[in-house]
């Protein structure tokens, strides 16, 4: 339980966006873990589900955000996934399309 109340103050200070960064509780449905389930099931779902999907992408990537914003100018736009590649030294976009491949769509990501 890591809730707001028992940061430090010297991280507080240190870090003052800190606050509500840590959750006091998390839910996992996702994983569809039986009950009971003990703390190694807990950790082996939670890497096997992004080991997975970041081996798909390859070596050096490392998550940084999904709807991720970006302000350009006075406007608002969303990058649907955010990854860091470590030996590139760069972020990496995804933006995810679930139907088939329209013009608008190259547009979309070139900007």
Do not use: W
């Amino acid at each position: 339980m890591l809730g707001n109340a028992k940061l430090s103050t010297t991280l507080r200070e240190i870090h003052p966006k800190i606050i509500n960064t840590f959750k006091d509780s998390y839910i996992f449905d996702f994983l569809n873990l039986s009950e009971p389930h003990n703390e190694s099931d807990l950790q082996k779902g939670l890497i096997k589900e992004m080991k997975n999907f970041i081996l798909e992408l390859g070596r050096d990537f490392l998550f940084v955000g999904q709807e991720y914003k970006v302000q350009v100018g006075n406007s608002d736009f969303y990058i649907d996934l955010l990854f860091y590649h470590r030996a590139l030294q760069c972020l990496v976009a995804f933006e995810l399309k679930a139907d088939k491949f329209k013009s608008e769509h190259l547009v979309q990501i070139n900007f």
